[in-house]
Structures are given as C-alpha cells and as structure tokens.
C-alpha cells in the first residue's frame, strides 16, 4: 500500500525472495492507446475508447490534446470519451512533449487541421538515441515543409496530399505518423517498409471505422485512400502482450506460477516462443496465459527483431530471466544501441554479465542476486529491475517508481495481490549506487 505523503518522487522497496502466485489481467496495449488518441485529433466528432491502460503516458497524451482544446471525458479510467470540435493550437505544450516520445504522433492531425504544427524535442526513453527522421521523411513527402529553428516546424499552407512513401526505417511511430497524415490526403497514398505491429493493425482498424479506406493491414505495405471527412467512432484496445510478458518473466525468475489476462495468443507468439524456449512452462488459451513454476536453461541467442520478431521492449527483462536460467545466453538487441547499458547494476547484485559492445551482452547463470539500490532509467529496463529485486536476497529498493508506472498501470496493487512484498517510499536520498561506468568488452561484476 502507498505510504507517501509528498509530491516528490518514489521507490519501491522490495523484499525478494517470495514466488508470485494468482490471476492478473493485463490493461489494453499502451502502444496502441497513444496513436489512437492522435487519431481523434482528425475529426471534429465525438470517439471512445475502450479498455485504455490506467497509466502515465496515457495522462499526459490526453493532457497534450486538452492543450489543443480537446474535451476528453474518462481520464484516469478505462474509457475515454474524446471530442476535437475545435483545435485553438498549433503547439502542444514543450513541457509534456519533453516527457513524451508518442507526442511526434500529433504532427500530422495539426498539419491536417491547421496546417501548422510545432513540436519541441519529443521525450520519454533515450530521447537523444531515437529521431524523427523518419517522422519527417514521410511527412515532407506529403507535402509538409520544414522551417528552420530549435524546434521541429512544419507547415502545410497547401494542405497534404497523396504520395508514394517509402520509408528508410520501420519505425513503428514512423509508420503511424504516416497514416495518420495519409488518413487526410487526399488521393491514395502508398506505404511501403511499413512496420506490422499490432498496434499499428489497431490504428489502421480505428481509422478504418471512422471512414477510411486502407489496403494491407498487417503487411509492410499498406494502401491508404484519404481525404474524406472523418466521423467519430469508438474502439476497445487489445490487450498489451508486452505487459503480459513482463507478468510472465517475474512469474518465472521467482519460482511462480500465475495467470495473465487479457492478450490474444497470437500477439504473444513472439515472447511465448522464447520463453519456452528457455524451459518456462507457459501455456496460451485463448487471452489467458499460464506460468508455472519452472526451471529456466539458457539458450544459445536471443535477438530482437521487428515484428513478428522477438520484441525489444522485452530484452530487459529476458535478460534478467537469463540471469536465473543454467548456462550462458547471448542476449543481442540489434535495434536500440545501449539500452543493455542500462542493466549494469544486475552485475552489483551477483549477476553475472559480459557486455560484448552496445548491442550484445553474455548473461551466465544461474547467479544468486542480492538486493541493493536500483536505478530505473528508462520504462522497461526499471520493470527488469523490479524483476531482479523480486528474485534476489534481501531488500531492494527501485526508483524512481515513476518511470515504471508509465507503462505499468496499478503496478504497486498487482504485485501485492500475486504475494510480493513490496512497499512505497519517497525518495529523498542521493541518486542510488551505482556499479560505475562501463565500457565494451568489460566484464560486469
């Protein structure tokens, strides 16, 4: 239970050592909720949304487009009821794009309703390590045009039109820039190396309903027919299959056995194929995925890939899986330099790790974690930690909760009610111990 009196931030202490048990039910995909949100921004009627994750982000995206004048009915629930009759601004306010990565996402709906848009440097995790080139590129082709300053400026006196884009990366927010411009351009715009996520087949389906014509959902090239009036319309999100397998990974370094609700099978593949790959004994029937207790075995490679391909946002916390698995594992995030980096303090609690360059990392086990401060840099990497400090011996303590519960909606309540045990303090010490800086080819202990 929360027991904090200030506004400051928070840590979670944790006191390892104890196996989850029970049922939780996983909130609709967090990366679905972000685009579909934009997405109201391009009618002037009235959309729901269903099943929308309880979480941070969530909050400050609706927060962005209230600046916009939006009127949004439901926040801090599941169901949001948004309307744009009127957008009064060009800029969304810098202070909540800087803690928002989903923010460049609001670019095409103002170029599409005022023909202008100004964005400060969007947020959220390795800011300086993720551009919106691809953004941009996709963007310009349109019709946009670049203005100079510290700022990204576009404007679209013109409006948009059709075009055949083909874009250099499958950025997954890339891609969903470029449908939501294509939505309203008039003519048939082609998209092609276009990412496949789940979420992207739900932006596509949400915007389908409120009257557009799209062409090879699911596929990487997709066919958008724009520039009709959009009505408003109502969609429930998928279940999140990246909540589900960060459920599904503290289940298994602690010796657990729980169920997970709420994502389809089919989204989970990708994460379920690894982890029984790895010896954890999961089952999938329909949206409910089974853990029991297992013995986890390394396996020769794990390597991210877009989809269908094994998540990135999952190598965190497989990595720490590995750490409690017999053998060594090769864990290779190809797509995001550094974000191994941030698991260097694993090597402070007894894990035993050789990081070969930014992207790969050697992860040895079985190692026997001990608590100790931990410092949560980003969204995923923290949950990771929160996984180690539920494995290890002793107390840790997480912080700050806040960068967690972005992604993690209730994340305090749910570990108590599958047996953790866990509290919240505020965080009024210096930043927490660190292992040092860590350079390529060092070994982490």
């Not at 009821?81 to 989903?102: I, K, N």
């Not at 100790?372 to 180690?388: E, P």
Request: with cysteine.
């Amino acid at each position: 239970m929360r027991n904090v009196t200030g506004d400051g931030p928070t840590r979670l202490v944790v006191e390892g050592g104890h196996a989850l048990a029970g049922t939780v039910k996983v909130d609709g995909n967090k990366n679905a909720a972000l685009p579909l949100l934009a997405a109201c921004l391009l009618t002037d009627q009235r959309c729901r949304l269903n099943n929308v994750p309880r979480i941070k982000d969530v909050e400050v995206m609706a927060a962005l487009l209230q600046g916009l004048g939006a009127e949004i009915d439901g926040i801090g629930t599941s169901t949001l009821d948004v309307c744009c009759r009127r957008v009064t601004a060009a800029e969304p306010d810098p202070r909540l794009v800087g803690r928002l990565r989903g923010s460049v996402l609001l670019f095409g709906p103002l170029l599409a309703r005022l023909g202008h848009a100004r964005l400060a440097p969007p947020g959220g995790d390795f800011p300086a390590r993720r551009t919106i080139a691809v953004h941009l590129q996709a963007l310009c082709a349109m019709g946009a045009r670049e203005i100079s300053g510290d700022a990204h400026e576009l404007e679209a006196p013109g409006g948009l039109h059709a075009a055949s884009v083909y874009l250099e990366e499958a950025s997954v927010t890339g891609t969903e820039t470029a449908i939501l411009a294509a939505a309203v351009a008039p003519g048939t715009t082609e998209i092609r190396h276009a990412a496949c996520e789940p979420h992207v087949a739900e932006l596509c389906g949400f915007l389908c309903s409120m009257g557009v014509e799209i062409e090879g959902v699911g596929t990487h090239t997709l066919r958008i027919a724009g520039g009709g009036r959009l009505g408003g319309a109502s969609r429930t999100l998928g279940g999140d299959y990246i909540e589900a397998g960060s459920w599904a990974v503290l289940a298994a370094v602690t010796g657990g056995a729980i169920e997970i609700r709420g994502a389809g099978a089919a989204d989970l593949e990708p994460i379920t194929a690894v982890l029984s790959r790895m010896r954890v004994q999961c089952t999938v029937a329909g949206d409910c995925l089974t853990v029991d207790a297992s013995r986890p075995q390394a396996i020769r490679q794990i390597t991210t890939a877009p989809w269908p391909g094994f998540p990135s946002d999952m190598v965190s916390l497989v990595s720490v899986l590995a750490t409690q698995a017999h053998g060594p594992t090769l864990v290779h995030d190809w797509m995001y330099e550094l974000r191994l980096f941030a698991l260097e303090q694993l090597s402070g609690m007894g894990a035993d790790l050789f990081l070969c360059d930014p992207h790969r990392m050697i992860v040895s086990g079985p190692s026997r974690l001990k608590g100790r401060n931990l410092d949560t840099r980003d969204l995923r990497s923290g949950m990771a930690l929160i996984a180690a400090a539920l494995a290890a011996d002793g107390t840790s303590r997480v912080g700050p909760l806040e960068t967690v519960e972005r992604g993690y909606a209730n994340l305090v309540e749910r570990l108590a009610a599958l047996g953790a045990r866990v509290e919240v303090e505020e965080d009024d010490t210096a930043r927490p111990e660190r292992t040092g800086a860590v350079t390529d080819r060092s070994r982490l202990r």
